[in-house]
Antibody
Framework: EVQLVESGGGLVKPGGSLRLSCAAS????????MNWVRQAPGKGLEWVSSISSSSSYIYYADSVKGRFTISRDNAKNSLYLQMNSLRAEDTAVYYC???????????????WGQGTLVTVSS | DIQMTQSPSTLSASVGDRVTITCRASQSISSWLAWYQQKPGKAPKLLIYKASSLESGVPSRFSGSGSGTEFTLTISSLQPDDFATYYC?????????FGGGTKVEIK
């Protein structure tokens, strides 16, 4: 069974940093591109970042470019999101999500974690 | 980035109704479109990919159609479990973008 479990969320002050982690199991992690998608309270879904299976290709939304860094450790079956210079508008539930096709990018998202809440407030 | 526009934003319907949700892309995305269902406090669930392919385990009352810039999600006979918010998403190119969502409410 595919499982994605996020951790690392919490309350942080504006300008602060936070590192999210996603532990993956139940599939060959190193074969899939991965994503972070967020959802502000009461709002819709917003794609944040994607990373290919071997980390060769990395993409960011304009809203986080230069502040957030996505990475992965295939030996540890883990995905990360380093978030710096956090703003109030980054407050959201952050979902770790798997692409639906092995060894590909630009595919549908077929599995999602339960999400971790990041709150940016003084 | 490609803009995705969903309509309506809210839909009131009864059990047994046929429901259609529309998603429009600001430029052609071929058939690279997915539909997701989300219930309060839960992660989204994939329903349809490549515009019209039904994800494994999803009831056949859900169907998708369209290509280019116009897409629809249809629920042939609305069931109590279907009251939720639905999102379309294009994956033709990065940055990936979602529609604003359609909340299906009980009439």
């Amino acid at each position: 069974e595919v499982q994605l479990v996020e951790s690392g969320g919490g309350l942080v002050k504006p300008g602060g940093s936070l590192r999210l982690s996603c532990a993956a199991s139940g599939f060959t992690f190193s074969s899939y591109s991965m994503n972070w998608v967020r959802q502000a309270p009461g709002k819709g879904l917003e794609w944040v970042s994607s990373i290919s299976s071997s980390s060769s290709y990395i993409y960011y939304a304009d809203s986080v470019k230069g502040r957030f860094t996505i990475s992965r450790d295939n030996a540890k079956n883990s995905l990360y999101l380093q978030m710096n210079s956090l703003r109030a508008e980054d407050t959201a539930v952050y979902y770790c999500a798997r692409d639906g096709v092995e060894m590909a990018t630009n595919t549908e998202i077929d599995y999602w974690g339960q999400g971790t809440l990041v709150t940016v407030s003084s | 980035d490609i803009q995705m526009t969903q309509s309506p934003s809210t839909l009131s319907a009864s059990v047994g109704d046929r429901v259609t949700i529309t998603c429009r892309a600001s430029q052609s995305i071929s058939s690279w479109l997915a539909w997701y269902q989300q219930k309060p406090g839960k992660a989204p669930k994939l329903l349809i990919y490549k515009a019209s392919s039904l994800e494994s385990g999803v009831p056949s009352r859900f169907s998708g159609s369209g290509s280019g810039t116009e897409f629809t999600l249809t629920i042939s006979s609305l069931q109590p479990d279907d009251f939720a918010t639905y999102y379309c998403q294009q994956y033709n190119s990065y940055g990936l973008t979602f529609g604003g969502g359609t909340k299906v409410e009980i009439k």
